[in-house]
C-alpha cells in the first residue's frame, strides 16, 4: 500500500489530503486546501497563497489518479464545492449530509450536493459502511464529534486494508480528545495512522487543558495498544510552533514502543514549512526585505 500525504499544515496549507494506493485501488482522501482568513492579525502573507494553489494543482492531479474520493466533513479544507468537475467519473464517499450534522456543514453539504449534481459521479453517503474493492477493505466509522464536542459538528474516520498493511485516517478529531473518537482506532490498529492532532495554538481560549490532557494519553493509548508503528501528528496540531514540545510524553512514548511519530511533512520525505505558524515572522522579514519567493 502505497500513502501520499499531498497536503497538510506541516506543509504550509490548511489541509489533511491523502493519496492512498493498493494493488485494486486507488483512493483520494478530503481533497481540499485553503488557508487561515485571519492569523495574528494578518491576511495570508502570498507565500501561503502560492503554496495553495500548488498543493491545489497537486490535489487535482492525484484525484485524476483516483477511483475513489472520500469527504469525511464539509469544512473547506477538506472538500472544494467550487470545481467539482473534477469528480466526474469518480465514486464520491462523502459524510451524509443530514445527520449528525452542524447548521453549517448541512448547509455546505446541501450545496455541494447541488453542484454534484451537474456532473457524472456516484455517490454514497459513507457514515458506519464497508467497502471492498477486490483485496482492499475500506471501512468508515460512525460519526465522531470534531473536536471536543458537536459545536463543530461531526466527522467520520477512514480505515484501509489490502491484506498486507493497513492504514487509519483520523480527519478532524482535534485530538482524539474523547473515547468515541479512540474507539474507531484501536479496534482497527492500523499499522500507519494518520491524525488530526490537538488543537494547542489556541489551548486555554478554543481548546481546553482537559482535551489535551486527554488527548495525549489517547495517543499514548494508541501507540501502546494497537499495531501502529507509524504515527503522523499534523492538521490542527502543527499551527502551533511548539507542537513538538507540547507533545514530548508522546514522542517519549513513541521511543519506548518502537513506534515512530512525526508530522505528514516528515513522512512524505520533505521539510516541514510551518506557514501559518510563521505568518507574522513572513510579514516582518517583508518589511525587512528578507522574504523570497
Given at each position: 500500500m502505497e500513502v501520499k500525504p499531498i497536503a497538510f499544515d506541516s506543509m504550509g496549507v490548511r489541509s489533511m489530503a491523502t493519496f492512498v494506493k493498493t494493488k485494486d485501488v486507488s483512493i483520494l482522501i478530503d481533497p481540499g486546501v485553503s488557508l487561515a482568513p485571519k492569523r495574528y492579525r494578518l491576511p495570508p502573507h502570498r507565500i501561503e497563497l502560492e503554496?495553495?494553489?500548488?498543493?491545489?494543482?497537486?490535489?487535482?492531479?492525484?484525484?485524476?489518479?483516483?477511483?475513489?474520493a472520500i469527504i469525511t466533513h464539509y469544512h473547506y479544507d477538506h472538500h472544494d464545492p467550487n470545481e467539482v468537475e473534477i469528480f466526474n467519473g469518480k465514486k464520491l464517499l462523502i459524510k451524509h449530509p443530514t445527520e449528525n450534522i452542524n447548521r453549517s456543514q448541512k448547509g455546505r453539504a446541501a450545496y455541494f450536493l447541488d453542484q454534484l449534481s451537474k456532473t457524472e459521479v456516484e455517490i454514497d453517503y459513507c457514515d458506519g459502511n464497508s467497502y471492498s474493492f477486490g483485496n482492499t477493505d475500506v471501512e468508515i466509522s460512525d460519526p465522531v464529534f470534531h473536536g471536543a464536542d458537536s459545536?463543530?459538528?461531526?466527522?467520520?474516520?477512514?480505515?484501509?486494508?489490502?491484506?498486507?498493511?493497513?492504514?487509519?485516517?483520523?480527519?478532524?478529531?482535534?485530538?482524539?480528545?474523547?473515547?468515541?473518537?479512540?474507539?474507531?482506532?484501536?479496534?482497527?490498529?492500523?499499522?500507519?495512522?494518520?491524525?488530526?492532532?490537538?488543537?494547542?495554538?489556541?489551548?486555554?481560549?478554543?481548546?481546553?487543558?482537559?482535551?489535551?490532557?486527554?488527548?495525549?494519553?489517547?495517543?499514548?493509548?494508541?501507540?501502546?495498544?494497537?499495531?501502529?508503528?507509524?504515527?503522523?501528528?499534523?492538521?490542527?496540531?502543527?499551527?502551533?510552533?511548539?507542537?513538538?514540545?507540547?507533545?514530548?510524553?508522546?514522542?517519549?512514548?513513541?521511543?519506548?514502543?518502537?513506534?515512530?511519530?512525526?508530522?505528514?511533512?516528515?513522512?512524505?520525505?520533505?521539510?516541514?514549512?510551518?506557514?501559518?505558524?510563521?505568518?507574522?515572522?513572513?510579514?516582518?522579514?517583508?518589511?525587512?526585505?528578507?522574504?523570497?519567493?
Open positions: 503554496r495553495m494553489n500548488l498543493k491545489w494543482g497537486e490535489i487535482k492531479a492525484y484525484l485524476v489518479e483516483s477511483d475513489v459545536r463543530l459538528g461531526f466527522v467520520v474516520e477512514v480505515f484501509v486494508d489490502d491484506g498486507e498493511s493497513s492504514f487509519l485516517f483520523s480527519s478532524d478529531v482535534e485530538g482524539p480528545n474523547n473515547e468515541d473518537q479512540l474507539t474507531f482506532m484501536l479496534e482497527k490498529s492500523a499499522e500507519v495512522v494518520f491524525i488530526d492532532g490537538p488543537m494547542t495554538y489556541m489551548l486555554g481560549y478554543r481548546y481546553s487543558q482537559k482535551a489535551f490532557e486527554n488527548s495525549i494519553e489517547n495517543l499514548k493509548k494508541l501507540i501502546h495498544e494497537t499495531d501502529v508503528k507509524k504515527l503522523v501528528l499534523d492538521h490542527h496540531l502543527t499551527r502551533d510552533l511548539k507542537w513538538r514540545e507540547r507533545m514530548a510524553d508522546v514522542f517519549r512514548s513513541g521511543e519506548e514502543a518502537g513506534v515512530e511519530v512525526m508530522s505528514a511533512a516528515i513522512f512524505a520525505g520533505v521539510g516541514e514549512e510551518l506557514l501559518e505558524a510563521k505568518r507574522a515572522e513572513l510579514y516582518r522579514q517583508d518589511r525587512e526585505g528578507k522574504t523570497k519567493n
